[in-house]
């Protein structure tokens, strides 16, 4: 809870079932969360978030359009001290530093429990990060094998494996035509994984992705 009462939470996902079933799984502690608004879609999310200017946003990591992590990026670029913490099925690793690298407060796997969930909030509310237990376990190893650049090439800056793979055959000028066929994958396969790599490099194209990988040495 706040000084003024229960924290003031928003729900953003593009599948209204999910909030609907997160809105049932929080209102048996309306003493400590309030749900105040709901965005059905990353697209309408800024607004409805900029105009209740609520204590938490749960959000969604995959959403159509616009991610749950693009959202949070945008909404911090906007307002610092926003907490948000993302809400995902995907027990990943790689999500979560992601997620951590565009400054949520928090990454939750969907299976959690109401009465946990509603823990976690109060936590990210008071400044701390908060991980769900399944994959915080795993969390400082992986950690400290990304330091030691254990990983592949590129997990350091939040890339796949296969995005390390397509960003490599960039830097050695390879086509998108010519990616696909050395990784036996269609064209728009290629498009998809070079929106994403350009996402977390924070590049807008091709030459600022190469030049990126160039000086921070991720091929080495």
Not at 89 to 95: G, L, M
Not at 130 to 151: H, K, M, N, Y
Not at 209 to 215: D, E, F, G, S
Request: glycine share 8%; proline share 3%.
């Amino acid at each position: 809870m706040t000084s003024s009462g229960p924290l003031r939470v928003v729900l953003v996902d593009d599948h209204e079932m999910v909030v609907a079933g997160l809105k049932a799984m929080l209102a048996p502690f309306r003493g400590r969360v309030r749900v105040v608004g709901e965005a059905i879609g990353a697209e309408h999310a800024v607004s409805v978030i900029s105009g209740l200017a609520p204590d938490i946003v749960l959000c969604d990591v995959r959403m159509q359009g616009a991610s749950g992590l693009d959202l949070c990026r945008t909404i911090l670029e906007r307002d610092p001290q926003r907490k948000i913490v993302l809400l995902s099925v995907y027990d990943d690793e790689q999500y979560l530093f992601q997620a951590l690298r565009a400054g949520a407060s928090g990454y939750l796997l969907k299976k959690i429990s109401g009465d946990e969930l509603v823990r976690q909030l109060e936590l990210a509310h008071t400044g701390v990060t908060v991980i769900d237990p399944t994959l915080a376990g795993r969390t400082a190893d992986t950690a400290s094998r990304l330091q030691s650049d254990e990983f592949w090439p590129g997990a350091r800056q939040g890339l796949t494996q296969r995005e390390s793979e397509v960003l490599s055959f960039m830097v050695t000028g390879l086509s998108n035509r010519g990616i696909a066929t050395r990784l036996i994958v269609s064209d728009e396969t290629v498009k998809s994984h070079l929106r994403s790599i350009y996402r977390k490099l924070g590049v807008a194209d091709r030459t600022s992705a190469v030049a990126t990988a160039l000086r921070e040495g991720i091929f080495q």
